[in-house]
């Protein structure tokens, strides 16, 4: 802790002994290279000095450990190279050695190596909170943030749409860093109001342009070397209304095909896994709002590179359709921690039940069967006896889910009971439209995450 203390305290600036001689173009204060592996990763130096003291060697030293040589190019007025150094964050000294340039030093303040994540998407994965986040002084690393070409610490604001809004992801900084222990950070390049078509990589024009935007961002962030851990997604809400001229407006086919490119192509060219977040009911129109996010949790599992997000279906948007206050906002962070702790970092008891059997019993019951407890309550807390979010299906008949008469729950076991005989091709709903939004909902017993929603599912055989 007294580290962290230090590194933090050693200000916002690179600090060179010879000013004038011998400058760090890069890193600069705060930037966070992306791991290698578990207990290593590499930083690049870029640096210039005078002509007239071109050294023979450059040496470096990361978070007081022993100096090694840069595997450098040395030019006549600058040098560039890399050093593997440990998972950590720290002060970086730099030194020249031999020729000319014996007196050439400089320090640069809180560089790290550990996790970095892309969040990409719209306003949501922006930040349209009403109270700027903060980091916790407790956690054991400075989290980190690159926002506007700029590298600082991860508090907020850390939105691209102005200085006075805040974000989760300072939020889930504070949860992933102590529960991880190493550095982390993000790049914040999600905008309000993008379709999931200029998040492709397209022309770089119409489609493609928010992607070729992030590219740069990534470029100037990593100085070339492109590398981070993950993308964090949450997009969709302008892909159901037409606000957007290359809104798909709804439809199933077209977002499914977009958002698969997509994840395709941030595999394609960062080798970097997508977890895309489903979005929650936005507006009246329940079968665009069921299309998007049927799309989002199909893509989980038929894409191979992309992962679970935050689920958000039974949280209440502060104003229908951002997280504004404290208690959504924190609301959505820790799904996004959750997500992250699961997918990333394979915590398995992070995850989402899973459904795995679903039968009738009697005329008017259906025994649901999930991988783990499950308790009801609604998002914020408020506990109910009753499962509310459910409709069902016989064929073009819908039943609602004021049907449901009754909800016991035994361990993994959930029986519903419904107040008229269930008929033979039932399919069942939950969670569609605004049924789950803000209701008391299935949800796990151990971590709150609610139950995955369901799209018309079929008996068990």
């Known amino acids: 802790m007294a580290e962290r203390k230090r590194v933090a305290g050693l200000g916002v600036l690179a600090v060179a ?13 705060y930037t966070l290279f992306q791991r290698d592996s578990a207990s290593e990763g590499a930083i690049n130096v870029r640096g210039t000095f005078p002509e007239a003291q071109r050294p023979e060697k450059i040496e470096a030293r990361f978070n007081g450990g022993a100096w090694r040589v840069l595997d450098a190019r040395i030019a006549a007025k600058d040098f ?17 050695l031999g020729g000319g340039g014996s007196a050439l030093a400089a320090k640069v303040a809180c560089v790290g190596i550990g996790d970095l994540f892309v969040i990409a998407g719209q306003s949501n994965a922006d930040g349209r909170g009403n109270e700027l986040a903060k980091l916790d002084p407790g956690n054991p690393y400075v989290g980190v943030k690159f926002r506007k070409g700029v590298w600082s610490e991860g508090s907020d604001p850390a939105t691209n749409d102005g200085d006075k809004s805040g974000s989760p992801w300072p939020i889930v900084l504070n949860r992933l ?6 550095p982390m950070g993000f790049i914040a390049a999600a905008v309000g109001s993008t379709v999931v078509k200029q998040w492709r990589r397209g022309d770089g024009k119409s489609t493609g342009s928010l992607y070729a935007r992030m590219r740069e961002m990534i470029k100037v962030a990593t100085d070339g070397s492109m590398k981070f851990r993950a993308v964090i997604y949450y997009q969709g809400e302008n892909d159901i209304t037409h606000y957007n001229t290359l809104s798909v407006l709804g439809d199933y086919t077209a977002y499914k095909e977009n958002l698969m490119a997509m994840v395709s192509d941030f595999w394609e060219e960062f080798k970097a896994p997508v977890l895309v977040g489903q979005i929650t009911n936005l507006g009246g129109d329940r079968q665009k709002n069921d299309h998007i996010r049927q799309v989002q949790q199909e893509v989980w599992k038929e894409h191979p590179h992309a992962l679970p997000g935050a689920v958000t279906y039974d949280i209440h948007p502060t104003d229908g359709v951002h997280y504004r ?16 702790l699961s997918g990333v970092y394979n915590r398995k008891e992070m995850a989402a039940p899973k459904l795995a059997g679903l039968r009738k019993k009697g005329d008017k019951q259906l025994v649901f069967t999930y991988d783990q407890a499950l308790a009801l309550a609604s998002w914020d807390g408020q506990a109910g006896t009753k499962a509310e979010g459910f409709s069902f299906m016989d064929g073009d008949q819908v039943w609602a889910g004021g049907r449901v008469v009754s909800t016991a ?12 005989p269930l008929p033979a091709n039932l399919r069942v709903c939950y969670g569609n439209g ?28």
């Open 17 to 29: 002994v010879c000013a004038e001689a011998f400058d760090i173009a890069y890193p600069k204060p």
């Open 409 to 420: 729950l035994a361990g993994k076991e959930v029986t519903v009971e419904v107040s008229a």
């Open 80 to 96: 560039a190279g890399s050093m593997k150094a440990p998972v950590g964050q720290g002060l970086l000294e730099v030194r020249g």
């Open 325 to 340: 206050d404290t208690a959504n906002m924190g609301a959505f962070a820790r799904r996004w921690s959750a997500a992250v």
């Open 177 to 182: 860093i102590p529960d991880q222990n190493v």
């Open 434 to 461: 605004p049924d789950g939004q803000g209701k008391v909902v299935l949800r796990s017993a151990a971590t709150g995450l609610p139950i995955p929603m369901l799209f018309g599912r079929n008996l068990d055989l």
